[in-house]
């Protein structure tokens, strides 16, 4: 797959850089990732090397100093309203450090993931409630983050993340806070969200067992992807 009118994401040279006052460090120095609806990829790479920068690329929280990225085949112009409505409208993220919202309860935290501003939506209960039975926190709705364990509160993460059935799911280290136990079950609920929703999957991870489940992995090396080469 090479052309953009058959990817769900074309990112094509991404770069980006930071400074820390006149040093600049390139993060990202020649990115390109083609992916399809429905697919999932696992994304290794040791820490520090920007796996978390690209996947707030992908997923318009941040962007890129140079390159393009491509939604469906239409060019998303990171400078404008482009950027927020492919937020809103295309991603559910986990954050690597979850990012709840320590006043608002559990219920109310994976609501914020179906992004509806006004009164309750018509079915946005039962969304939320089956979000929270996927990930084992039926009982946690009216709990305050800072009650949960930490790994009760990366579920809470995947639970918002999955509530909407968004076209593209980013998880940033989802099973990292997890036993091992727990990180398999929370692993295969967030494949079979995506496989039910048709949803394309990049799961960033240090753990080379979850490539066993994705369609593919890829490593970040030197501000590029590289196919991982199954051992
Ligand atoms: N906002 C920022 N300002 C300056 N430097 C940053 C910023 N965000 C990330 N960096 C730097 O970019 C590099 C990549 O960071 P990133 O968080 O993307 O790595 P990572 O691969 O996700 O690492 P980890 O596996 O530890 O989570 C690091 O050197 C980091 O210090
Ligand atoms: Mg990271």
């Known amino acids: 797959m090479t052309g953009t009118e058959s990817s769900f ?13 006149a ?21 290794l790479g040791v820490s520090g090397t920007g796996k978390s920068t690209l996947l707030s690329i992908l997923g318009g929280i941040e962007t890129a100093d140079s390159g393009t990225l491509h939604i469906n085949g239409a060019l998303l112009d990171m ?10 409208h295309n991603v559910g ?7 709840l919202i320590p006043s608002l309860t559990v219920f109310e935290n994976v609501l914020a993931g179906l992004d509806a ?31 949960l364990s930490g790994g009760q ?3 809470v993460a995947i639970a918002r993340a999955i509530v909407k059935n968004s076209p593209l799911i980013l ?18 609920v967030l ?26 992995s890829l490593t970040l090396i030197d501000g590029c992807v590289h196919p991982c080469v199954p051992a």
């Open 9 to 21: 994401i074309q990112a094509s040279g991404i770069r980006k850089s930071y400074f820390q006052g």
């Open 23 to 43: 040093i600049e460090t390139t993060v990202l120095s020649d990115v390109n990732l083609s992916m399809s609806s429905g697919e999932s990829i696992a994304l």
């Open 79 to 88: 400078k404008s309203q482009d950027l927020a409505d492919h937020r809103r």
């Open 93 to 99: 993220f986990v954050f690597q450090f979850y990012n």
């Open 117 to 147: 501003a006004g009164p309750l939506p018509k079915g946005a209960r039962d969304k939320v409630l089956n979000s929270l039975d996927l990930v084992g926190l039926s009982n946690y709705e009216r709990s305050f983050p800072s009650q």
């Open 153 to 155: 509160q990366q579920r």
């Open 171 to 188: 998880a940033d280290e989802p099973t990292g806070n997890l036993d091992p136990n727990t990180g398999e079950q929370v692993l295969e």
């Open 191 to 216: 494949l079979d969200q995506c496989r039910k929703a048709g949803s394309a999957l990049i799961i960033v991870t240090h753990n080379p067992e979850i490539s066993r489940h994705t369609d593919r």
